[in-house]
């Protein structure tokens, strides 16, 4: 089984899917024009995009487990490519809203397909899935320039739509040809590990987690949904550094992608990067919504897309799936049926705040920036490490690797004193010296119950010493 071209072709469909995310968004203007409507009817038509993922992520993700993969990547891409190019072309409403829907069918069958897939490749690990989030990123960074590039050279804004159509008509001929692994593969390890859990944390860390699957998601559609009209009209930034603070977050998101992805690789705790990175993504995000000096703008639009586009929503999806190893497809199903909430709601309600101004719409992300921080802190106290003998050995080992460190820098300061004692006819015996080291570790002891304890340690320490002072001086006097 050639995993590398699969994976391949598993990434170009995020490529397209990058493009899809923020299309209709990003050409708002020119579908407004085109159906001779109002800025908020589009948006209104945006939330079809999560009414299709909200009919279909929790089927899709569990027929997925059942059926096996291929299926619902080859239904992702079928469906998104009818949705592009009718897009392109269509001037019914309703019919434009049906096509919506479809994308959020599209949406939800490629990721039940695919973020399964790549854990079937590679078992518990979940850094291959964290790449996706890269493709992702790169069709929103190279989509706003290719539409600011269309309307400076006045050409039909369907084009857009037509290449994202193309790319899919390629890469289902090259995916057809790969094999997929195995449905439902789950290591003993990863299922050891989630039935040791107990049943109220395992609860309380699924609630936060599905919980956090609406608000990342609904952290990253209503920035790029509203970001480049909210720098334009309510701060006065000309067009094309209002379409470069979208890029810049996509620059971001890329750049967050690989960190995630080391960090990952490294070993790094999956709870401790969703904290961090949710903290980041809402102070950036502050910085966004309340300043007006575009170079502060654009640090900041860079800085929240690595922290909050940076993969760290797949993160969460990928220990979601770790407490429930034997069932990705219904886990993931569930996961993104949370964020198609986010697809559906949102729009409709920056729509209904973008009618009272476009800075209400924009910081309402604020405040569910803070209600994510919260469902990740939440999960992180529900999962905090417990105690084991291996995790407490552990310990051990990395303590007794830093007093041998020091012991050795104390045996060789001891080499040193000796010498000078000798030097001065000394004898190696300092009792006053060492009754006062005696009395030091007394002081210095925060644990009364530790002290005796401590200072017999200190009293073979010192004894060794001398023995070794002493050889020393014997072996320089046969010199």
Known sequence: MNHKTLSVSLYLNYFVHGLGLIILAQNMQALSQHWQTPLATVSYVISGVGIGRLLAYFILGNLSDRYGRR??????????LIFFVGMANVTNLQVAYVLAILAGVANSALDSGT???????QGAKGAANVL??????????????L??????????YGWSFMLAAGILLVNFWLLNRQTFPAKNQATTTTVTAATKLSRPRQWAAS??????????MALMILYTQWIS?????????????AHLLLSLYSIGSITGVLVIFWLLKRGVAETRLLVTMNLGSLLSLAVVCYTSWGWLSSLAAFAFGFTAAGGIMQVGLNLFIKLYPQHKGRITGTFFTFGSLASFTIPLITGWLSQQSLGAAMRFDLIIGIAGLGLISLTAWALRSQPTLTSQRQQINQIDHQIIKLLNQ???????????????????????????????????????????????IYKTIMANSRAY?????????HD
């Open 147 to 156: 539409v600011v590039t269309l309307n400076t050279a006045k050409l039909w």
């Open 469 to 477: 002072q002493t050889t020393k001086t014997e072996e320089q006097t």
């Open 115 to 121: 973020y399964t897939t790549f854990l079937e490749m």
């Open 410 to 456: 104390r045996f060789e300061t001891v080499t040193t004193i000796g010498e000078l004692k000798q030097q001065a006819q000394l004898p190696v015996l300092d009792a006053s010296r060492e009754q006062r080291v005696l009395d030091r570790v007394a002081q210095q002891s925060q644990q009364a119950q530790h002290t005796p304890y401590l200072q017999a």
């Open 132 to 145: 996706l989030k890269a493709f992702v990123s790169v069709g929103e960074f190279l989509l706003p320039l």
């Open 207 to 216: 609630l936060g987690l599905a919980g956090y699957g609406y608000t990342s």
């Open 71 to 80: 299926l619902f990547v080859n239904l992702g891409m079928l469906s998104y």
């Open 229 to 241: 009209l909210f720098v334009k009209q309510e701060l006065g930034y000309h067009e094309v550094l």
